[in-house]
Nanobody
Framework: VQLQASGGGLVQPGGSLRLSCAASGFTLDDYAIGWFRQAPGKEREGVSCISSSDGSTYYADSVKGRFTISRDNAKNTLYLQMNSLKPEDTAVYYC??????????????????WGQGTQVTVSS
């Protein structure tokens, strides 16, 4: 099982980025999958996730209305579209997956498989 996150970068406040997480070695839609982020000195927090059974989604209050999670089963890839970015969105973003978790969870310790992280910096 392998997850490869990409798409991070430097963007101005109000800008947009799309993160990708390519999965290999397993079928993504059989797993609960999610995005997490960790800022310096802070605990890792759940940003958004998709449940495997019904495709229901979760968003942290801080990103509702700005971020959209999606998956492309044909490409076995998870996405996070991030709009109206704010400086407080600056963090390393990670994708994660877990086979047994249903519904998906915002608690990072419940996930078994992790991508390597991609840096998102929102600054003028």
């Amino acid at each position: 099982v392998q997850l490869q996150a990409s798409g991070g970068g430097l963007v101005q406040p109000g800008g947009s980025l799309r993160l990708s997480c390519a999965a290999s070695g397993f079928t993504l839609d059989d797993y609960a999958i999610g995005w997490f982020r960790q800022a310096p000195g802070k605990e890792r927090e759940g940003v958004s996730c998709i449940s495997s059974s019904d495709g229901s989604t979760y968003y942290a209050d801080s990103v509702k209305g700005r971020f959209t999670i999606s998956r492309d089963n044909a490409k076995n890839t998870l996405y996070l579209q991030m709009n109206s970015l704010k400086p407080e969105d600056t963090a390393v973003y990670y994708c994660a997956a877990d086979f047994h978790l249903d519904p998906c969870s915002s608690w990072y310790k419940e996930y078994d498989y992790w991508g390597q992280g991609t840096q998102v910096t929102v600054s003028s």
